[in-house]
């Protein structure tokens, strides 16, 4: 059974880790004593949150990364385990958010959001698992989703809410798969975050084509929200109780009604379906 000391003197590594929740728990874990690489495409915004870190007395490595870019993953993994020897905790936190009717939306739009919600996760997981395989004792991944992977807000966000979905189902198949490698794996399903996650397309590369419409703004998310630090505060209790899933809601909302209302739709297709 893992115990809040056992992190001391193990290693995180943090994609998405320049803002938000990323730089939430790159902060919450050092408070642990685990030393964490903060991986982002960001590279300015790494720094500046490795620095704050090393301020306050942590073990923290800045690294640019496009979790896009297999490639530039298994950079990342090779200049982690150069650094540290190890890496026991891979946090794949990097995520990107557009709006719009999926109808309506460019092809492109969907490859963006794939390439680093989902094919960003796959990248990561093909460059760490192999060599979190090949170590000893506690091992752990933790998979940033979001709620939307259980309630798409139509007209909005259903493009993004697909991507969340395949996080939860490829989270599900890996914490079944690695089990018997002693590597567990904990789904992380955030509410409405004060993030930056408007304004994630400033990452958008050109082939992935034009911005798409951004209605909202681009500044953090102002109402209904939960702040980063208790998100990464609710994250990183789950995971030293090997959790399977973490929600980590704000105040406010309705997401458990609303969680029963689809599943009174689901149950009552069930029941005409051996009618």
């Keep these: 059974m893992l115990t809040p000391g056992d992190l001391k003197d193990r290693t995180a590594v943090v994609t998405g ?16 004593g685990m030393a964490v690489v903060v991986a982002d495409i960001d590279e300015q915004g790494a720094q500046r949150v490795t620095s ?10 800045a690294v640019r990364v496009d979790t896009s870019d297999a490639a530039s993953l298994e950079h990342l993994a090779e200049t982690a385990y150069a650094a540290f020897g190890s890496v026991e905790l891979v946090c794949n936190n990097a995520g990107v958010l557009t709006f719009g009717d999926v109808a309506d939306s460019p092809v492109d739009d969907w490859r963006w959001l794939s390439s680093v919600n989902v094919e960003g996760l796959l990248n990561s997981v093909h460059a760490f698992v192999p ?12 998979n940033t989703s979001s ?18 979905q395949a996080v939860v189902a490829i989270s599900r198949g890996l914490r079944q798969e690695l089990a018997s490698d002693g590597i567990d794996v904990t789904l992380l399903c955030p509410g409405q975050v004060a993030s930056r996650i408007l304004d994630s397309q ?4 050109d082939r992935f084509g034009p911005r798409a419409a951004e209605p909202f703004g681009t500044g953090v998310i102002p109402i209904g929200t939960i702040e980063p630090h208790e998100v990464a505060r609710q994250a990183v209790a789950g995971l030293i109780a090997g959790e399977e899933i973490v929600f980590a809601l704000g105040g406010g909302g309705n997401f458990r009604e609303q969680v029963e209302q689809w599943w009174r739709t689901v149950d009552q297709a069930i029941l005409a379906s051996t009618d």
């Design 147 to 164: 709620t939307h992977a259980f309630l798409p807000d139509p007209g909005h966000t259903g493009l993004y809410s697909a991507t969340k």
């Design 17 to 32: 880790g320049a803002s938000g929740i990323g730089a939430a728990l790159a902060a919450e874990l050092s408070t642990y």
């Design 131 to 142: 060599r979190m395989r090949a170590q000893q004792g506690w091992r752990h991944i933790m």
């Design 202 to 205: 400033r990452s958008r590369p």
């Design 52 to 61: 704050e870190l090393q301020e306050r007395g942590a073990t923290a490595l």
